[in-house]
Protein backbone atom coordinates (compact mmCIF):
# COMPACT_ATOMS: atom_id res chain seq x y z
CA UNK A 1 0.00 0.00 0.00
CA UNK A 2 1.10 3.79 -0.47
CA UNK A 3 1.72 5.42 2.64
CA UNK A 4 0.35 9.00 2.49
CA UNK A 5 3.02 11.13 5.32
CA UNK A 6 1.75 14.84 6.34
CA UNK A 7 3.69 17.23 8.49
CA UNK A 8 3.28 18.43 10.67
CA UNK A 9 0.20 16.79 12.33
CA UNK A 10 -0.75 20.00 14.63
CA UNK A 11 -0.79 23.51 13.12
CA UNK A 12 -1.52 26.88 15.04
CA UNK A 13 -1.56 30.26 12.75
CA UNK A 14 -2.63 33.56 12.98
CA UNK A 15 -5.44 35.03 11.01
CA UNK A 16 -4.08 36.65 7.85
CA UNK A 17 -0.99 34.57 7.84
CA UNK A 18 0.52 31.85 4.99
CA UNK A 19 -0.13 28.64 6.52
CA UNK A 20 1.52 25.07 4.50
CA UNK A 21 0.90 21.54 4.92
CA UNK A 22 3.50 18.59 3.32
CA UNK A 23 2.76 15.46 1.79
CA UNK A 24 4.62 13.27 1.18
CA UNK A 25 3.90 9.43 -0.67
CA UNK A 26 6.23 6.21 -0.10
CA UNK A 27 6.27 6.05 -4.25
CA UNK A 28 5.59 7.89 -7.18
CA UNK A 29 1.93 9.52 -7.65
CA UNK A 30 2.77 10.49 -11.45
CA UNK A 31 0.71 8.34 -13.66
CA UNK A 32 2.01 7.39 -17.37
CA UNK A 33 0.03 10.24 -18.71
CA UNK A 34 2.14 12.90 -17.09
CA UNK A 35 -0.67 13.95 -13.96
CA UNK A 36 -0.02 13.21 -10.13
CA UNK A 37 -3.08 12.01 -8.65
CA UNK A 38 -3.13 13.50 -5.29
CA UNK A 39 -5.59 15.28 -3.37
CA UNK A 40 -6.73 17.91 -0.81
CA UNK A 41 -9.52 17.31 1.69
CA UNK A 42 -10.40 19.54 4.56
CA UNK A 43 -12.57 18.07 7.02
CA UNK A 44 -14.26 21.69 9.23
CA UNK A 45 -15.43 20.47 13.01
CA UNK A 46 -19.16 18.63 13.02
CA UNK A 47 -18.97 18.30 8.99
CA UNK A 48 -18.60 16.01 6.55
CA UNK A 49 -15.17 16.23 4.24
CA UNK A 50 -14.79 18.45 1.50
CA UNK A 51 -12.73 18.67 -1.56
CA UNK A 52 -10.04 21.36 -2.00
CA UNK A 53 -7.85 20.47 -4.29
CA UNK A 54 -7.86 17.78 -6.93
CA UNK A 55 -4.48 16.45 -8.86
CA UNK A 56 -2.11 18.37 -7.22
CA UNK A 57 -3.04 21.83 -8.21
CA UNK A 58 -6.74 22.12 -9.30
CA UNK A 59 -9.12 23.84 -6.85
CA UNK A 60 -12.47 22.39 -6.82
CA UNK A 61 -15.58 24.83 -7.75
CA UNK A 62 -16.12 27.16 -4.87
CA UNK A 63 -12.41 26.93 -2.87
CA UNK A 64 -11.14 30.49 -2.43
CA UNK A 65 -8.19 31.41 -4.23
CA UNK A 66 -5.82 31.43 -1.65
CA UNK A 67 -5.33 27.99 -1.43
CA UNK A 68 -3.11 26.54 -3.43
CA UNK A 69 -1.57 23.22 -4.01
CA UNK A 70 1.88 22.30 -5.64
CA UNK A 71 4.26 19.41 -6.12
CA UNK A 72 5.26 16.37 -8.07
CA UNK A 73 6.87 12.77 -7.97
CA UNK A 74 6.68 12.18 -4.46
CA UNK A 75 6.44 15.42 -2.23
CA UNK A 76 3.20 17.95 -1.88
CA UNK A 77 2.40 21.04 -0.58
CA UNK A 78 -1.21 22.70 -0.03
CA UNK A 79 -0.51 26.69 0.89
CA UNK A 80 -3.02 28.97 2.26
CA UNK A 81 -1.88 32.34 1.05
CA UNK A 82 -3.47 34.36 4.19
CA UNK A 83 -5.88 32.01 7.00
CA UNK A 84 -9.11 32.47 7.95
CA UNK A 85 -11.24 31.64 11.10
CA UNK A 86 -13.46 29.35 8.51
CA UNK A 87 -10.22 27.59 7.64
CA UNK A 88 -9.81 25.71 11.02
CA UNK A 89 -9.83 21.07 10.61
CA UNK A 90 -8.46 18.51 9.58
CA UNK A 91 -6.89 18.76 6.20
CA UNK A 92 -6.18 15.41 4.53
CA UNK A 93 -3.91 14.47 1.42
CA UNK A 94 -5.21 11.19 -0.66
CA UNK A 95 -3.97 9.41 -3.42
CA UNK A 96 -5.37 7.72 -6.18
CA UNK A 97 -2.57 5.95 -8.75
CA UNK A 98 -3.10 2.70 -6.84
CA UNK A 99 -5.70 0.44 -4.65
CA UNK A 100 -6.27 0.68 -1.73
CA UNK A 101 -7.03 4.73 -1.54
CA UNK A 102 -4.74 6.12 1.21
CA UNK A 103 -5.08 9.14 3.19
CA UNK A 104 -2.63 10.83 5.01
CA UNK A 105 -2.76 11.23 8.87
CA UNK A 106 -4.47 14.40 8.79
CA UNK A 107 -3.48 17.99 9.82
CA UNK A 108 -5.71 19.52 12.40
CA UNK A 109 -5.14 23.79 12.06
CA UNK A 110 -6.41 25.88 14.51
CA UNK A 111 -6.20 29.42 15.07
CA UNK B 1 -28.83 20.32 -5.74
CA UNK B 2 -27.02 17.08 -5.07
CA UNK B 3 -27.51 14.48 -1.96
CA UNK B 4 -26.26 11.46 -0.38
CA UNK B 5 -28.00 10.15 2.68
CA UNK B 6 -26.68 8.17 4.86
CA UNK B 7 -28.76 5.28 7.32
CA UNK B 8 -28.39 2.20 8.92
CA UNK B 9 -25.80 2.88 11.51
CA UNK B 10 -26.13 1.99 15.17
CA UNK B 11 -24.61 -0.43 18.14
CA UNK B 12 -23.65 -3.61 17.07
CA UNK B 13 -22.29 -6.56 19.09
CA UNK B 14 -18.46 -7.94 18.16
CA UNK B 15 -18.91 -10.45 14.90
CA UNK B 16 -22.60 -8.95 14.33
CA UNK B 17 -23.78 -7.64 10.84
CA UNK B 18 -25.08 -4.54 10.12
CA UNK B 19 -26.08 -3.01 6.50
CA UNK B 20 -25.52 0.56 5.53
CA UNK B 21 -27.78 2.42 3.11
CA UNK B 22 -26.65 5.57 1.14
CA UNK B 23 -29.39 6.92 -1.01
CA UNK B 24 -28.30 9.62 -4.24
CA UNK B 25 -30.92 12.85 -5.47
CA UNK B 26 -29.94 15.48 -7.68
CA UNK B 27 -27.71 13.91 -10.08
CA UNK B 28 -27.84 10.79 -12.45
CA UNK B 29 -26.42 8.10 -9.68
CA UNK B 30 -25.78 5.25 -12.40
CA UNK B 31 -23.19 7.53 -14.23
CA UNK B 32 -20.82 7.55 -11.34
CA UNK B 33 -18.85 5.18 -8.99
CA UNK B 34 -19.45 5.29 -5.57
CA UNK B 35 -17.55 4.92 -2.69
CA UNK B 36 -17.39 4.52 1.23
CA UNK B 37 -15.22 6.37 3.60
CA UNK B 38 -15.54 6.14 7.08
CA UNK B 39 -13.88 7.80 10.28
CA UNK B 40 -12.52 6.47 13.27
CA UNK B 41 -13.00 8.17 16.91
CA UNK B 42 -9.36 10.13 17.29
CA UNK B 43 -8.40 8.87 13.83
CA UNK B 44 -8.19 9.89 10.17
CA UNK B 45 -9.92 9.25 7.15
CA UNK B 46 -9.69 5.41 5.43
CA UNK B 47 -11.14 4.50 2.69
CA UNK B 48 -13.32 1.40 2.57
CA UNK B 49 -14.79 0.68 -0.76
CA UNK B 50 -15.48 1.79 -4.24
CA UNK B 51 -18.06 0.43 -6.85
CA UNK B 52 -18.04 1.51 -10.87
CA UNK B 53 -21.12 3.09 -11.99
CA UNK B 54 -22.47 -0.39 -13.18
CA UNK B 55 -21.75 -2.03 -10.44
CA UNK B 56 -19.41 -4.51 -12.10
CA UNK B 57 -16.46 -3.77 -10.23
CA UNK B 58 -15.57 -3.58 -6.55
CA UNK B 59 -12.21 -2.34 -4.93
CA UNK B 60 -12.06 -2.65 -1.16
CA UNK B 61 -9.41 -1.24 1.98
CA UNK B 62 -6.98 -4.03 3.33
CA UNK B 63 -8.65 -4.11 6.65
CA UNK B 64 -12.16 -4.62 5.03
CA UNK B 65 -11.67 -6.99 2.25
CA UNK B 66 -13.62 -10.42 2.94
CA UNK B 67 -16.01 -8.75 5.79
CA UNK B 68 -17.52 -5.69 4.00
CA UNK B 69 -19.41 -5.82 0.20
CA UNK B 70 -20.28 -2.66 -1.33
CA UNK B 71 -23.15 -2.84 -3.77
CA UNK B 72 -25.82 -0.53 -5.55
CA UNK B 73 -29.20 -0.67 -6.56
CA UNK B 74 -29.49 2.20 -9.44
CA UNK B 75 -32.97 1.63 -9.99
CA UNK B 76 -33.34 3.00 -6.48
CA UNK B 77 -30.58 5.08 -6.45
CA UNK B 78 -28.91 3.38 -3.85
CA UNK B 79 -25.72 2.59 -2.13
CA UNK B 80 -24.96 -0.26 0.57
CA UNK B 81 -22.62 -1.48 2.65
CA UNK B 82 -23.03 -4.61 4.10
CA UNK B 83 -20.26 -5.53 7.18
CA UNK B 84 -20.31 -8.91 8.62
CA UNK B 85 -17.83 -9.92 11.34
CA UNK B 86 -17.64 -6.50 13.02
CA UNK B 87 -15.01 -5.61 14.84
CA UNK B 88 -14.24 -2.95 17.57
CA UNK B 89 -11.84 -1.06 15.12
CA UNK B 90 -14.52 -1.52 12.65
CA UNK B 91 -16.69 1.46 15.23
CA UNK B 92 -16.37 5.33 12.85
CA UNK B 93 -18.75 7.42 10.90
CA UNK B 94 -19.26 6.03 7.28
CA UNK B 95 -19.98 8.33 4.80
CA UNK B 96 -20.51 7.74 1.38
CA UNK B 97 -19.05 9.72 -1.57
CA UNK B 98 -19.46 10.27 -4.83
CA UNK B 99 -16.55 9.05 -7.10
CA UNK B 100 -14.96 11.37 -10.36
CA UNK B 101 -13.52 8.73 -11.77
CA UNK B 102 -12.36 6.88 -14.76
CA UNK B 103 -9.60 5.33 -13.10
CA UNK B 104 -7.13 6.44 -11.63
CA UNK B 105 -8.67 9.41 -11.14
CA UNK B 106 -10.73 8.00 -7.97
CA UNK B 107 -11.63 11.41 -5.62
CA UNK B 108 -14.68 12.11 -4.34
CA UNK B 109 -16.47 15.38 -5.32
CA UNK B 110 -19.29 15.29 -2.73
CA UNK B 111 -19.84 13.67 0.64
CA UNK B 112 -22.93 12.27 2.88
CA UNK B 113 -23.62 13.62 6.56
CA UNK B 114 -22.48 10.24 7.40
CA UNK B 115 -23.90 7.58 9.99
CA UNK B 116 -22.13 6.17 12.99
CA UNK B 117 -21.43 2.46 13.41
CA UNK B 118 -20.57 1.20 17.14
CA UNK B 119 -19.35 -2.05 17.58
CA UNK B 120 -19.85 -2.88 21.17
CA UNK B 121 -20.73 -5.58 23.48
Request: hydrophobic share 30%.
Amino acid sequence: DIVMTQTPLFLSVTPGQPASISCRSSQSLQHSDGKNYLYWYLQKPGQSPQLLIYEVSNRFSGVPDRFSGSGSGTDFTLRISRVEAEDVGLYYCMQSIQFPLTFGGGTRVEI
Amino acid sequence: QMQLVESGGGVVQPGGSLRLSCVASGFTFSRYGMNWVRRAPGKGLEWVALTWADGSETFYGGSVKGRFTISRDNSKNTLYLQMNSLRDDDTAVYYCARDIGPRPRNYFDSWGQGTLVSVSS
